[in-house]
């Protein structure tokens, strides 16, 4: 299945994900998921939908990773596999303003885990792109930042802020790796400039849940949400869906536009509007 999954060009990140899903089906039916009928897969969809209750990101994941092991790799083409389809949903995602963004951010004590989600945020970088940050990736000239490889492996340039170049520059002077702007701390004591890799995802995401909840704010933030509010903050400030998208990342501009929804600023002209209708409304 690797094997099919890296002619076939998915990310490591995708691979991993999919290798995931075929393994948490043949732990609930403790056997090879070769032995698995079409009827025991119909019920392990049943059951993630209506016992477990997995939201439909990770229902769409459980789909893919299965569908792409039993339709490529064991050559079954079970009319099952297209007739299942994840729950349809609208939800829009949760924005912090800039006034809570500066104060979770604030709230990071550690050099690394504020210099990295300041970046995240700075330039509206997925976790996994901005963990991943090189030293050559940073073009103070052109004051740009090159995400490389970010999600269905494509490469884009940002937008790098002057305050974000000075904060970057601040932290890898304490440590000066060749490579890595986030160097993990190596387990044998040595200097940051030797580690091997990246701090890791989890750890920085942990981090942020630690200064959300220590900020006081009451909202589900994850590190996701400095990438929505990005997003929502230069929309607000007059940015073009266009530009945004551009920056994102985004292939479609579907994507982008639920940004629209979560932009009070959008709305004034209808709002002034409806307060006009409603206004000589007798009580």
């Keep these: 299945m690797i094997e099919d999954m890296q002619l076939h060009g998915l990310?490591?990140?995708?691979?991993?994900?999919?290798?995931?899903?075929?393994?948490?089906?043949?732990?609930?039916?403790?056997?090879?998921?070769?032995?698995?009928?079409?009827?025991?897969?119909?019920?392990?969809?049943?059951?993630?939908?209506?016992?477990?209750?997995?939201?439909?990101?990770?229902?769409?994941?459980?789909?893919?990773?299965?569908?792409?092991?039993?339709?490529?790799?064991?050559?079954?083409?079970?009319?099952?596999?297209?007739?299942?389809?994840?729950?349809?949903?609208?939800?829009?995602?949760?924005?912090?303003?800039?006034?809570?963004?500066?104060?979770?951010?604030?709230?990071?004590?550690?050099?690394?885990?504020?210099?990295?989600?300041?970046?995240?945020?700075?330039?509206?970088?997925?976790?996994?792109?901005?963990?991943?940050?090189?030293?050559?990736?940073?073009d103070s000239s052109r004051m740009l930042v090159h995400v490389r490889q970010g999600k269905g492996g494509k490469d884009r340039y940002v937008p790098l802020p002057e305050r974000t170049l000075t904060i970057l520059r601040a932290y890898w002077r304490t440590h000066r790796h060749p490579k890595w702007l986030f160097p993990v701390t190596p387990d044998n004591g040595q200097p940051l400039a030797t580690a091997e890799a990246p701090i890791s995802t989890g750890v920085v995401a942990q981090a942020f849940r630690a200064a959300v909840r220590a900020s006081g704010i009451q909202k589900n933030a994850t590190v996701h949400t400095l990438r929505h509010s990005f997003a929502t903050h230069l929309l607000e400030a007059g940015v073009s869906l266009q530009q945004i998208q551009a920056w994102l990342g985004h292939s479609s501009p579907r994507t982008t536009a639920v940004y629209a929804h979560l932009t009070p600023a959008t709305e004034q002209p209808a709002l002034a509007a409806l307060e006009q209708l409603m206004g000589d409304l007798a009580w």
């Design 11 to 138: 990310s490591a990140n995708t691979q991993e994900a999919y290798v995931r899903a075929v393994k948490q089906l043949a732990e609930y039916y403790d056997r090879s998921p070769e032995q698995i009928t079409e009827e025991e897969l119909r019920q392990y969809f049943l059951y993630l939908k209506n016992e477990k209750g997995v939201s439909r990101s990770t229902m769409t994941v459980a789909l893919c990773g299965i569908k792409f092991f039993y339709q490529h790799t064991l050559k079954r083409q079970w009319s099952l596999l297209a007739f299942v389809r994840p729950a349809h949903e609208q939800k829009l995602p949760v924005v912090l303003s800039v006034e809570e963004v500066h104060q979770v951010l604030s709230c990071l004590r550690k050099p690394y885990y504020r210099a990295c989600l300041c970046t995240i945020y700075a330039c509206g970088l997925r976790l996994n792109e901005g963990v991943h940050l090189q030293v050559p990736d940073i």
